[in-house]
């Protein structure tokens, strides 16, 4: 039942891309996009995720996302800025080393978004996640741990909560 | 205006590409090679969309996607080629 | 109107372009596999996002700017999981490497 829903919204997603895609907005590029992205959907409605690997699209998890994609923005930002003035700075003051941070996310696709939301920030870099912990390498060692109970994680959180 | 900008900032990438290059050349392991690789395919999908915007040929602006597309699956690839040794 | 989002899209493929610049820089100069990692990723998805932005700026609300805007966001997508999958790899190395030296 999930499933369906789900599948629907991925035949939504791939309407749209085919329609930007195309270029031009005629009724023959429409049923030909439709046609396509059925059979795209119904092909591999194996791959297609459930709930337990995503959270159901609403309109409150789309206002969590928005507001997600600003904490975000801001952290690639400041990122930045970071890996800029270590990189210029004539003798670089690094400590490299590998930290373990707890993963406080449950569902699949939350997790690969988080992993790749923690490379983005200032001085980490994800190396490898399993259900329990993420291995994060960073530049300076100890910053690592300040990811846990920072306005991402809480915001990422959010996503998860009903 | 913007177009001169534009053409200066794609030659500028294209010279930084090629130092790049160089770190893909002399890099130590493997896995240097494959983020110079990674960033290299990066910077070509911008010059594509750059240049396809200046010189006005907006029909190849979907190369670049195409171009994105290949890099991140040769990078995923290598890597996996790299970790296990096969494909599979 | 025109003229500020001229200047908009001047200011955003500069700084893009010198963000690159200082990805380059720290592939070059970083120690190890693991921090030139840090220093492509962040600065490469970063400065082709900003110059992606500054060319949407210029050329106005067009199918080609939507498709620019596609580009986007596939390669902010992929580009920290690429790095993500070359640490894993890096990091592999790395164990097994250690382990035969303490084996010996």
């Known amino acids: 039942m999930k499933k369906k829903y789900s599948a629907v919204s991925l035949f939504g997603f791939l309407l749209l891309f085919w329609l930007i895609l195309g270029a031009d907005l005629t009724l023959v590029q429409a049923l030909i996009g439709t046609l396509a992205s059925f059979l795209v959907v119904w092909f591999n409605y194996d791959l297609v995720f459930n709930h337990q690997e995503t959270s159901k699209l609403t309109f409150r998890l789309i206002g969590r996302f928005f507001r997600l994609a600003v904490v975000l923005v801001v952290a690639i930002v400041k990122a930045n800025f970071h890996v800029a003035a270590i990189v210029l700075s004539p003798r670089m003051k690094i400590q490299p080393g590998f930290r373990k941070i707890r993963n406080p996310l449950r569902k699949d696709l939350n997790q690969a978004l988080y992993a790749n939301a923690i490379t983005l920030t200032p001085g980490t870099l994800t190396v490898d996640l399993d259900d329990q912990e993420i291995l994060v390498h960073g530049l300076e060692t100890n910053s690592v741990s300040s990811l846990e109970n920072s306005s991402l994680e809480r915001a990422f959180v959010l996503l998860e909560a009903e | ?88 | 109107m025109r003229i500020a989002l001229d200047i908009l899209a001047i200011i955003f493929v500069v700084s893009g372009s010198f963000f690159i610049l200082v990805g380059v820089i720290g592939l070059i100069r970083m120690p190890d596999v693991f921090c030139r990692l840090h220093a492509t990723t962040k600065c490469d998805t970063m400065g082709a996002g900003l110059i992606y932005l500054g060319l949407v700026f210029w050329q106005g609300l067009t199918f080609t700017s939507l498709v620019i805007l596609v580009i986007l966001v596939f390669i902010w997508l992929t580009n920290p999981t690429a790095a993500h999958y070359i640490a894993k790899s890096a990091y592999q190395r790395l164990k097994t490497e250690t382990e035969e030296e303490d084996g010996a």
Not at chain 2, 11 to 19: D, E, K, R, S
Not at chain 2, 37 to 52: E, F, H, L, P, R
């Open chain 2, 1 to 88: 205006m913007v177009a001169n900008v534009v053409i200066v900032c794609t030659i500028l990438i294209l010279l930084m590409t090629f130092v790049g290059l160089m770190r893909a050349l002399i890099g130590p392991t493997a896995a240097d090679r494959m983020v110079a690789i990674n960033m290299i395919t990066t910077k070509v999908a911008t010059i594509i969309v750059m240049i396809a915007l200046v010189t006005a040929q907006e029909q190849y602006v979907s190369v670049s996607l195409v171009y994105a597309l290949i890099g991140f699956i040769a990078t995923i690839g290598v890597s996996r080629y790299l970790m296990k040794g096969k494909l599979k």
